[in-house]
């Protein structure tokens, strides 16, 4: 939040007369000195001579030479104020402006003013600016015909990133990210957003570590696994682990090394890491282990039971009532164990993990273009009674069409009119599509093998088989006779839709890989943060919307928005957007600055509760504001409630553009805005003010480096002596 310059000592109105006055007050007062040491020098007799020569006219005359004198000085300190205008200031600004067009080409040069001499030397560097620009601007066509070829390759491997049904994160030898796709963000996003997480945080973005969500040891202990494999020759080495999260996930990760392709000793930059949430496989896989040994203890009971009445069905004087009631328990125990036996197939399908890519289907349409298949390919007409229509099914549609085409194929072979039809019914948490006929006596020879034989008929042979694509859908078949007699069907148990959306970015937001191939480069962890350069350094760069300006009277945050700088790039897609219930009412005088009303902020997140999802989004860099003070103020106040500490370092772009614009009087946002060529937009929102900032300090790291500040040590002791620094809230 920028509060623009500080108070004035003088009022504005004021400073034009005194300036004016200056030049005469300082002459007047070496006069009366003079003239004071002169008189203290003189004998006795010549000071009474000199005091009774200069009474009269003092006495009729003295208005007039006041008079006299305060036109002098106002006229002598006028043209001082203009002179020092043409000859000091206007020169001053040029230079300003000069080095900032120096730095950024799309710098604006100010208006000419000043001395001739000024503005022929302003007019001469705007030639030059114009020139300037033209060959940049040259030079960048040439550079964007030149690197066609690499962009349309970058686009490439971005769109390979978002289809793949992986999460994928590359690491540079240091373990930050350079590049992670739509997946992995979900991922971690995930994580975070459950109870206990960081609140929906981002956990991972470009330049961070990815130590902060995988345990550091383990990447090293696999790391150093690969080096050795590929010291023994293994040109593919790679390693897999699976390690929890804080919240108790498992996540499988598989690591390979990057190849230099240049380096003809194949020197390892970095590493791609795959990673899986098998958390709910492994709870399946427990979930079916600890059914069948409910059945292994569930069917000793039975099998004993059943031993004992097959011992007594031995005895050939059994008497006949004695003989049904064996019989009978028998009987039981099998039905029991049957009814076991389906119960767990059922849950053991419903829990399987697939990997198989499925989609959802309305069931209308897959019965639909089901029947359609089987027409085409036996001739026979196929109705489509009992089906639920508004039930969605997640297929993989063009195998299953073939499952059961091929299976109405084999029928068709062995019955002149099978009479087909096709039902779809819910059942409880799966579906049953059924494929009917009319049977007549034993089920034709000809279905031998209809599970397990590669599916060789038709238009479209396939070696799949009925049961490969029954375990891609994780469901079960089985062949099942009409209890009139009448016919018989094959039943697919099938996973219903279950209309959650997968958490991605929808096809119109931006390119879904987020990449900056420059942090294979990135320089050495072990160096201090004061020694490093600005450009390599990662940033947050954030603001806050408040109720009011004073932290400690009781105002509160309404608003955090925050934007990631890595690199010398603004990653606008990695950004920080939250609304906070300050638990107060918010004054009708700053609504009308920020836009936001109580119903606004009602039933959100209070600070205490956002503040370390803050934290961690600007884990590992430098934190970047404008008139920054104000709002560490707020965050600091706020560090016992929330249990974080903001402790990085700050830098303030307002100490930075006094720094960068000396002779300025104006460093507000719009003002330097302007200045710098950045468009404003959503100003008094935190977020769009922390972009407009973010926008604002990138053009800032040019002008800072012609004035020798290029590391970030030397960028905080120079902001430590301006004026704005000594200001506290």
Same mark, same amino acid.
């Not at 007050?25 to 005091?51: D, I, K, M, N, Q």
């Not at 570590?209 to 040891?217: K, P, Q």
């Given at each position: ?647 990085? @370092? ?11 614009? @000396? ?67």
């Amino acid at each position: 939040m920028s509060l623009g310059r500080p108070p004035a000592l003088v009022p504005a109105h004021l400073v034009p007369l005194l300036v004016a006055l200056a030049p005469g007050v300082a002459l007047a007062l070496w006069g009366l000195g003079g003239a004071a040491a002169l008189y203290a020098a003189l004998e006795p007799e010549a000071r009474a001579a000199v005091t009774q020569a200069l009474a009269p006219l003092l006495d009729s005359h003295g208005m007039l030479l006041v008079l006299w004198w305060f036109l002098a000085a106002a006229g002598a300190g006028l043209l001082a104020r203009r002179l020092h205008g043409a000859y000091v200031d206007a020169p001053a600004r040029l230079a300003d402006a000069t080095r900032a067009a120096a730095g950024d080409p799309s710098a604006r040069l100010p208006v000419a003013e000043g001395s001739a001499q000024t503005r022929d030397l302003a007019e001469a560097i705007g030639a030059l600016a114009q020139q300037r620009r033209a060959l940049v601007d040259d030079m960048g066509r040439l550079v964007a015909e030149a690197s066609r070829d690499v962009a349309f390759q970058r686009d490439q491997l971005a769109a390979l990133m978002a289809e793949l049904q992986q999460s994928v994160v590359v690491l540079n030898l240091e373990g930050r990210i350079l590049l992670y796709n739509a997946r992995a963000r979900a991922l971690f996003r995930r994580q975070s957003a459950a109870p206990g997480g960081a609140g929906g945080a981002e956990l991972i973005g470009l330049g961070r570590s990815i130590h902060a969500v995988i345990d550091h040891a383990l990447i090293a202990h696999a790391r150093e696994g690969i080096e050795r494999r590929i010291a023994r020759g293994d040109a593919r080495a790679s390693a897999r682990f699976v390690t929890t999260t804080p919240l108790g996930h498992l996540i499988q990760v598989s690591i390979a090394p990057v190849r230099a392709a240049e380096d003809a000793a194949g020197a390892i930059t970095g590493f791609v890491l795959l990673l899986d949430d098998i958390t709910d496989e492994y709870e399946a896989q427990a979930r079916q282990d600890r059914r069948w040994l409910d059945l292994s203890e569930a069917s000793r009971a039975s099998f004993a039971s059943m031993q004992a009445a097959l011992d007594m069905l031995d005895y050939p004087d059994l008497e006949p009532a004695d003989r049904e009631r064996f019989q009978q328990v028998v009987r039981d125990e099998v039905t029991a164990m049957s009814q076991r036996l389906t119960g767990l197939a059922a849950d053991a399908s419903l829990d399987m993990k697939t990997r198989w890519p499925l989609q959802d289907m309305l069931g209308a349409d897959l019965v639909a273009a089901t029947a359609q298949r089987i027409t085409a390919e036996t001739g026979q007409e196929v109705a489509t009674a009992d089906m639920a229509a508004d039930l969605w099914l997640s297929v993989d549609s063009f195998a299953l069409i073939k499952a059961i085409s091929f299976l109405a194929a084999r029928l068709a072979e062995a019955t002149a009119e099978p009479g087909f039809s096709l039902r779809l019914s819910p059942a409880g948490s799966r579906a049953h599509l059924d494929l009917a006929w009319q049977a007549e006596g034993a089920l034709a020879p000809s279905l031998a093998g209809w599970q397990t034989s590669p599916m060789q008929g038709g238009n479209s042979p396939s070696p799949l088989s009925v049961r490969d694509v029954v375990e891609r859908h994780g469901g079960e078949i089985w062949l099942e006779r009409a209890r009139d007699g009448s016919g018989a069907f094959f039943r697919f148990l099938l996973p219903v839709a279950s209309g959650a959306a997968p958490d991605l970015p929808a096809p119109g937001e931006s390119r879904p890989a987020y990449f900056d191939f420059d942090l294979f480069a990135a320089s050495a962890q072990s160096r201090e943060s004061d020694d490093r350069l600005l450009g390599e350094i990662a940033y947050t760069v954030f603001d806050t919307e408040t109720t009011g300006l004073d932290p400690t009277g009781g105002d509160e945050i309404l608003q955090i928005g925050a934007t990631r700088i890595v690199n010398g790039r603004l990653l606008a897609s990695e950004c920080f957007d939250q609304l906070v219930d300050p638990q107060r009412s918010i004054p009708e005088a700053g609504i009308a600055v920020h836009g936001i009303r109580p119903e606004m902020v009602r039933g959100k997140p209070a600070l205490p509760q956002v503040l370390p999802a803050f934290h961690a989004f600007a884990a590992d860099t430098v934190l970047v504001g404008h008139n920054v003070a104000f709002d560490m103020r707020f965050l600091t106040l706020k560090e016992a409630a929330s249990g974080v500490r903001f402790d990085q @370092p700050v830098l303030d772009t307002l100490l930075l553009a006094g720094i960068a614009y @000396p002779g300025e009087d104006s460093h507000n946002l719009e003002a330097m805005a302007a200045r710098l060529g950045v468009t404003v937009a959503g100003r008094h929102t935190a977020l769009g003010d922390a972009l407009v900032t973010a926008e604002i300090f990138l053009k800032l790291l040019p002008l800072l480096r012609q004035r020798g500040i290029t590391t970030l040590g030397q960028a905080r002791a120079a902001a430590q002596d301006s004026y704005y620094a000594r200001l506290s809230y």
